[in-house]
């Protein structure tokens, strides 16, 4: 036989499996066609003229005029009771947009409060990214028949049960996601932050661990803001009828999935759960009257829903808008960015404001806090280039002594890196989750914004910039005094090689909570080409 005779056998068999798989992508997308509009638009209805909300806080909006009633949810546990608070004091409408909802505690509680708010009349509009919705298409297809609700999916899978082969048959459009997390109540209050819906949020006993997180809950003159951007989203192309896309549920099986609702409530760990849930709500956000609040200038930033396209131009991005709002920092930059890929260009951006005299600091996640760590190989080549260049980094340790909370304005700062935080222990799988940027102790941004070429370019992202001096004071004293004991801070040796320091350890030459295998694989992660999509 001829020498070539198995390698061009081999290249036949090859290429006819390639063929065999492109026509089977290809008949895929034919059976499964994705729904046309124009769909049936809808708007934000004004706030109710009896407005329990609106009361609630007329009187302190009215002293402080063209002013936002601010209020941050780092608390896990009350982060979602104020969620369910607010959903049972509206009374004319319930708005909500986000990247994740699981089919767990947290999202049957939430779902059970929308139910409820339909069945007292309130118009429920529920959008929701479908890459987050995998396994819960029985159950959003049965609250989406419900009376009052309406549910939308935005930029769908048309094939439903194997996405991987939508991923492979039109990986353009679908790696590109909506991130953004918002709530609208009544048009008087809004939630927005970077929290999806799922006990990793809320749940600080969470099989999968928890993300430590940083929501704002707001009222006045940006709500309307809030509510247009929803409006944008929900009346855009990429957002489906969710009828149009979920097969209908028969009788027998609604019962069945009742029936799982009812047995997943009744958990013992669910009901631990509801109580403390019960107790945080309480006191609800912004209408206690005794409630802390921040009045404050505050702006919504928002990338259209356009950027989903690819089309979209670098300065209608929230990145460009954000860059602007922010201002030029004259004496400090504070970053906190779970998912941190600076790419070459950030590090030249970062690097030359330390040079100038900023003070430039950032928290993200260590290796071992990183839930996902091919994203944290696009951080760990270019962090010999910031400390070159003069930026400070610090890495959340899952591992941090958790018991001394700070005093003073940077107090809210513990609830969402863990000051109270049960039964952690090394290398636990809690994780830094907030996206925050404060400059000069003035201005601080809130919302769902990664430092990454993902947010940058690839998804959605919106958040909230509020010009309040106390909380930028607030996050910029935790830097100093509160996230150093909490993070293994990263310095360049003699020797230009990387230091891991915490208070009370010695010091680390290697990734903390890393093996020699995860090192080799981080090493070769970082030669790869796929910065641009990290």
Known sequence: MHPFGPLFLLGLLALTALAAAGLTLGIARLLHPRPRGPHPASHALPPPPESRIAAALAARLAAHPGLNAVQLLGDPVKALAARLALIEAAQSSVDLQYYIWQNDTAGALMLDALRAAASRGLRVRLLLDDNGTSGLDETLAVFAALPNVEVRLFNPFPIRRARVLGYLSDFSRLNRRMHNKAMVVDGSAAILGGRNIADDYFNRFAPGGLYMDLDVAVAGPVV?????????????????????????????????????????????????YVAALRLAGHAPPLLAPDAPLTYAPARLLFDPPEKISGLLQGKKMLWHHLLEALGQPHSELLLISPYLVPTRVGVRALGRFARNGVRTRILTNSFAANDVPLVHSGYAHRRRPLLRRGVELLEYAPDADTTHAPDGPGAFLADFVGSRIKGTSPFSRNKLHAKVFAVDRARVFIGSFNFDPRSMRLNTELGLLIEAPSIAAGISDAFDNYFPARAWRVTLGPTQRLRWSRPGQPDLHHEPGTSLRSRVALGIAQRLPIEWML
Do not use: C, K, M
């Not at 409006?231 to 896309?245: C, T």
């Not at 209908?248 to 009742?258: C, F, I, Q």
């Open 224 to 272: 309307p803001e809030v509510a247009t951007q929803f409006d944008l989203y929900w009346n855009s192309i990429p957002a489906i009828p969710a009828q149009l896309l979920l097969a209908p549920v028969s009788p027998d099986r609604v019962a069945a999935l009742t029936a799982q609702e009812i047995a997943r409530l009744s958990q013992p760990d669910a009901v631990g």
